[in-house]
C-alpha cells in the first residue's frame, strides 16, 4: 500500500515539472505584442551608418594611414641604423694545397663573422630632409583627400535621404487623390442611377480613377527605389524594413542667408588639397637637384672577422665612402623640370576650381533662397486648391458645374501638394550643397 502511494506522488511530480518547462518555454517566446516597433531613423543616424560601411570614404582613410607611415619611415631615415651580423663561412682547400681557399674571394678556410655595424647617409645637401617634407606633404594631402571623400559621402546620404521622403510623401499625394477619385466615382455613380448625372459623367470619373491609379503605382515604384538607394549607403538588407523620420512635415524655419559669405569658400578642403600637391611637387624639384651633389655615407663596424672564433681579435673598422655623380644624361634636370611643370599645372587647376567653387556657390544660395520663396507660395496653393475642390464637389451636387470642373480641380489639388513637396525637396538640397560651397 505504501508502495502504490510513493509511486502515485513520483508521477503526481514528474506531471508537474513537465508543466511548468513547458509554461517556462512558453513564457520564453515573445508575445507579437510584446515586440517593439523600429524606431525611424535620423538622417544623423543614416550618416553615422555609411561612414561605418565599405565607401571611398574607408579607401581614402586607408591611404592616409599608409601616408603617415611614409612619414615615420622618412623620419627613421635621418638616423642612424644598427645592424648585428654574425655569420660563419667555410671554403674547400684547393687540391694539394690545405691552407688556400678553393676560390678566391675567400679570406681563408674557415672564416667567422661576428661585427655590430652602424651605418647612415649623412645629409649634406638635404635630400633625406626633403624627402621627409615631401612626405609630409602627401600626409597633408591624403588628409585633405579623406575629407573631400567623407563630405562627399555626407551628400550622398542626405541626397538619398530626402529623395526617400521625397518619394513618400508623393506616394501619399497619389494615394490621397486615388482615394478622393474612388469617392467621386461612386457620387459620380449614385447621381447617374437617381438621373441627376449623364453616362459620360461615370465614364470621365471612371478615367480619371484609372489615371490616379496609375499615378499610384508609379510613386509607389519610385518609392521602392529610393528606399534600396538609402539602404545601400547605410549597409542595410534590401528586404529589410526602412522607416526614417519625417522631415518634410512641417516647413523649415527661414534661414539668413547673409551667413553664408564668399570668403568662406576658401575653408573647403580642395585648396588644402592644391596646397599640399604643391608644397610635395617642390620637395620632389629639390630632390632631384639633390641627385647632382655629392653624397657621403659613413660606416662603424666593432668584433672580428678572423679564421679562428677567438673574440680577443676583436677590432674596429670605420668605413666613409663619398659619391660624387659626374654624368648621367639629363635625367634629375629633366625630374626636377617636370615637377615644376606639375607645380603650374597644380596652380591652373586651382584658379579653375575657384571660379567653379564660386559658380556653386552663387548658384546654391540663390536656390536656397528661391526654393525658401516656393514654400511659402506652395503652402498657399495647397489651401486654395483644397478649398476649390470642395467648392467644386459641392457646386457639381448642386447641378451648378460639370464633372470637368471636378476634375480640374482634384488634378489642381494633386499638383500643388506636390509642388509644396518638391520645394522642400529642392530647399533641403540646395541647403546641402550650400554648405559644402562654403567648406561647413
Same mark, same amino acid.
Given at each position: ?23 517556462n518555454? /512558453?513564457?520564453?517566446?515573445p ?6 516597433? @523600429?524606431?525611424?531613423?535620423s ?28 612619414? $615615420? ?17 667555410? !671554403? ?24 655590430? !655595424? ?23 594631402? $591624403? ?24 518619394? @513618400? ?26 438621373g =441627376? ?20 503605382d ?9 528606399e ?6 547605410i ?26 559669405? =564668399?570668403?568662406?569658400?576658401r ?9 599640399a ?49 659626374l654624368?648621367e ?14 607645380? @603650374? ?10 571660379r ?7 548658384? $546654391? ?11 511659402? =507660395? ?7 486648391? /483644397?478649398? $476649390?475642390l ?51
Open positions: 500500500m505504501q508502495t502504490r502511494q510513493l509511486l502515485a506522488l513520483a508521477a503526481l511530480l514528474f506531471l508537474i515539472s513537465l508543466s511548468a518547462r513547458a509554461q518555454r /512558453t513564457a520564453s517566446i508575445s507579437p505584442s510584446a515586440v517593439t516597433e @523600429q524606431e525611424p531613423l538622417l544623423q543616424q543614416c550618416i553615422e551608418l555609411a561612414l561605418r560601411q565599405a565607401s571611398p570614404l574607408q579607401q581614402a582613410k586607408t591611404e592616409e594611414a599608409i601616408a603617415r607611415e611614409e612619414v $615615420s619611415q622618412a623620419r627613421a631615415a635621418l638616423l642612424p641604423r644598427f645592424d648585428y651580423i654574425n655569420s660563419y663561412i667555410h !671554403t674547400s682547400p684547393l687540391p694539394g694545397l690545405p691552407g688556400v681557399p678553393s676560390f678566391i674571394p675567400a679570406n681563408g678556410i674557415n672564416e667567422y663573422v661576428n661585427l655590430l !655595424t652602424v651605418t647612415q647617409e649623412v645629409d649634406m645637401f638635404g635630400r633625406q630632409r626633403y624627402n621627409l617634407r615631401k612626405a609630409e606633404a602627401e600626409k597633408l594631402a $591624403s588628409g585633405a583627400r579623406s575629407q573631400i571623400a567623407e563630405r562627399q559621402l555626407r551628400l550622398a546620404v542626405k541626397e538619398a535621404y530626402y529623395g526617400l521622403l521625397l518619394a @513618400q510623401w508623393n506616394r501619399r499625394i497619389a494615394e490621397r487623390a486615388l482615394e478622393e477619385a474612388d469617392s467621386f466615382l461612386k457620387l459620380t455613380q449614385l447621381l447617374q442611377e437617381k =441627376e448625372a449623364a453616362k459620360a459623367d461615370v465614364l470621365r470619373a471612371e478615367i480619371a480613377r484609372s489615371i490616379r491609379k496609375q499615378e499610384r508609379k510613386a509607389e515604384a519610385q518609392q521602392v527605389s529610393a534600396n538607394d538609402l539602404k545601400s549607403l549597409g542595410r538588407q534590401m528586404t529589410d524594413e526602412l522607416k526614417i523620420v519625417d522631415l518634410f512635415d512641417h516647413a523649415p524655419e527661414k534661414i539668413d542667408f547673409s551667413q553664408f559669405t =564668399e570668403a568662406m569658400i575653408r573647403r578642403p580642395e585648396f588644402s588639397l592644391f596646397a600637391s604643391e608644397s610635395s611637387l617642390l620637395q620632389q624639384a629639390r630632390l632631384a637637384r639633390t641627385e647632382r651633389r655629392p653624397q657621403v655615407s659613413y660606416s662603424f663596424s666593432f668584433g672580428f672577422d678572423d679564421s679562428r672564433f677567438l673574440l680577443t681579435h676583436r677590432g674596429l673598422a670605420v668605413t666613409i665612402s663619398i659619391r660624387i655623380p654624368f644624361w639629363g635625367i634629375s634636370k629633366s625630374r626636377e623640370r617636370q615637377a615644376s611643370l606639375r607645380m @603650374q599645372q597644380v596652380e591652373l587647376e586651382r584658379e579653375m576650381a575657384n567653379q567653387f564660386l559658380s556653386q556657390y552663387y548658384s $546654391s544660395r540663390r536656390a536656397s533662397e528661391l526654393a525658401q520663396e516656393r514654400i511659402r =507660395e506652395a503652402q498657399e496653393n495647397v489651401r486654395r486648391a /483644397t478649398a $476649390s470642395d467648392l467644386s464637389k459641392k457646386r457639381y451636387q448642386a447641378g451648378e458645374a460639370t464633372i470637368l470642373e471636378v476634375v480640374d480641380s482634384q488634378n489642381s489639388k494633386a499638383a500643388a501638394e506636390l509642388a509644396y513637396i518638391a520645394a522642400l525637396f529642392d530647399y533641403y538640397i540646395a541647403q546641402s550643397r550650400l554648405e559644402i560651397a562654403t567648406g561647413r
